[in-house]
């Protein structure tokens, strides 16, 4: 079964550009998470959709970014336009419904703002 | 946001038990006590949790102190593959069904040979 999967692996855009991040979760997943580590800081969580409905973005930064999860199948994160403090890996997770389900990660997108 | 305390880095050699310590006295009657670990360029990936009640499986056991407000990760023969970043990690209630995952600063473990 493949895992959670993300594209690209690297970004590297200007600063005032547009990026879109893409996450593929496991097939059958419910939820889906984003999660973003900057530049020595811990890991912080941006967002969870359950299926296509966003159930919490209260670690979303700012209203540059935008998440949406049509047909609740892949998810996108589109950084409009894009900050130096936004530099940073962009972690996508997905989880079955449930009280304890743990969570798999796909291997994060590095997103470098110049 | 409850949070977690780990120390920066520890060293093992192979073979031998490690401990992983974290603090969480903040941690609310609700929240879970998670531990992940993440491996050089890949996502952090699932290696046990507990609420109350002191945990076993095949990676690892997960101590939990009376009080919760710590816990320790239990590696019984570390080999040179445990080597990563360990993340104590609370998943806390937003509301019924919804929860999220607060991060640690993790401790990077060294494996000597």
């Known amino acids: 079964e493949a895992g959670v999967t993300q594209f690209p692996s690297h970004s590297v855009i200007e600063k005032g550009q547009t990026v879109t991040l893409r996450c593929d979760p496991i097939s059958g997943h419910d939820n889906l998470y984003w999660y973003r580590r900057v530049m020595g800081k811990e890991i912080k969580f941006l967002l969870h959709?359950?299926?296509?409905?966003?159930?919490?973005e209260s670690g979303m930064p700012n209203n540059r970014f935008l998440a949406e999860r049509t047909g609740g199948t892949y998810s996108t994160l589109k950084v409009q336009p894009a900050e130096l403090e936004d530099s940073g890996v962009y972690f996508c997770?997905?989880?079955?419904?449930?009280?304890?389900?743990?969570?798999?990660f796909g291997p994060g997108t590095r997103l470098t703002v110049t | 946001d409850a949070k977690t305390t780990q120390p920066n880095s520890m060293e093992s050699n192979e073979e031998e038990p490690v401990h992983l310590p974290c603090n969480h006295s903040t941690i609310s009657g609700t929240d879970y006590i998670h531990w992940y670990r993440q491996l050089p360029s890949q996502g952090p990936e699932y290696v046990i949790h507990g609420l109350t009640s002191n945990v076993n499986n095949r990676m690892a056991s997960l101590a939990i102190a009376e009080d919760r407000k710590s816990s320790t990760l239990i590696l019984h023969r570390a080999t040179l593959r445990d080597a990563a970043v360990y993340y104590c990690i609370l998943r806390e209630v937003v509301r019924t069904g919804t929860y999220k995952y607060i991060f640690g600063t993790g401790t990077r473990l060294k494996v000597l040979a």
């Open positions: 997770a997905s989880s079955l419904l449930g009280l304890a389900s743990e969570q798999y």
């Open positions: 959709f359950v299926k296509e409905s966003k159930q919490d």
